[in-house]
């Protein structure tokens, strides 16, 4: 998910949007899919498994730290040493590592859907207390798509396992806060892919706390060749894309374009994972990508 970059065009003109727009469009899209690798990657290395889920989150954040490292020093030097937050790295760390924990037990399509709609609901939930209203259209928005979670969890066979849905729901509270942190960066000026790259850098160590769960590593080569493909690529790579796609969005179309992300992972996890996709899910995801899009639209309009 990359909520922490909503807003990154809210200031462009029409004309300069319209003029960016076509690379955008495609710009767009190889985030969204760089986004829905994530789970696709971590499920397809945590499944079998080839690799335990502390040393996914290690290797992962390890290797987008490199990559976004690198990048950054080309342009800046030694400022990525300086930028980021420790705020900032503890949510990414806190993510993470309940996404990688989370995703011995669910599909790629459940955990992004439950990521997805914990994000939105942190963000939406902490706007709300800090006095912004919602309208009715948003307030029925939002009951939809807690409804569709809730329904989502219900016992049942097709219920996705509890714990690993609790893990995936505080990996998603861990990222609106990340988000939210990434926010203040962006209105304050901050260059977000040297900031995210700072962020990565500190995160790396964090995972110190992880050596508890060490005793059971489980580590084979293509195992740490997808952590490295998920940090590297699809976060690294997916985090650099999306910043630059930004230049062509608003503020609404970078919000309402994220609701293809669990769409995609879900799809992928069917194409490429063999996957169930069962009714549950399939009314589940339209309630809570159908709320949400009432939220984001209302908000728009």
């Not at 893990?167 to 892919?193: E, F, H, K």
């Not at 050596?211 to 059971?216: D, M, Q, V």
């Not at 996957?275 to 984001?296: D, Q, T």
Request: hydrophobic residues 60%.
């Amino acid at each position: 998910m990359a909520a922490d970059a909503v807003g990154g065009g809210a200031g462009l003109s029409g004309d300069v949007r319209a003029a960016r727009a076509p690379a955008a469009l495609w710009l767009t899209a190889l985030a969204m899919l760089c986004f829905a690798a994530n789970s696709l990657l971590c499920r397809a290395a945590l499944a079998e498994p080839r690799i335990d889920p502390a040393s996914f989150t290690a290797v992962r954040l390890a290797s987008g730290a490199v990559f976004l490292g690198a990048l950054t020093w080309a342009r800046r030097g030694r400022e990525v040493l300086r930028a980021g937050r420790w705020s900032s790295a503890l949510a990414l760390f806190a993510y993470a590592a309940a996404f990688s924990f989370a995703y011995v037990g669910l599909t790629a399509g459940a955990g992004a859907l439950i990521l997805f709609g914990a994000v939105q609901a942190t963000m939406i939930g902490v706007g709300w207390a800090r006095g912004e209203g919602l309208s009715w259209p948003q307030r029925l928005g939002a009951g939809l798509a807690a409804a569709g979670l809730v329904y989502l969890l219900l016992p049942g066979a097709t219920a996705p396992p509890l714990l690993d849905a609790m893990l995936m729901g505080c990996a998603g509270i861990a990222w609106g806060v990340y988000s939210l942190i990434g926010r203040q960066a962006s209105a304050s000026g901050r260059d977000p892919t040297l900031e995210t790259a700072g962020n990565f850098l500190r995160s790396v160590p964090l995972c110190l706390a992880l050596a508890p769960f060490a005793a059971s590593a489980h580590l084979t080569p293509a195992g740490a060749a997808l952590a490295v493909a998920s940090g590297a690529l699809a976060s690294g790579a997916g985090y650099a894309v999306w910043y630059a796609a930004l230049k062509g969005l608003n503020a609404s179309e970078a919000a309402i374009v994220q609701l293809t992300v669990p769409a995609i992972a879900a799809a992928g996890g069917v194409a490429l994972l063999h996957e169930p996709l069962s009714p549950r899910l399939l009314i589940a995801a339209a309630a809570i990508l159908g709320g949400v899009a009432v939220v984001l639209s209302a908000r728009r309009a």
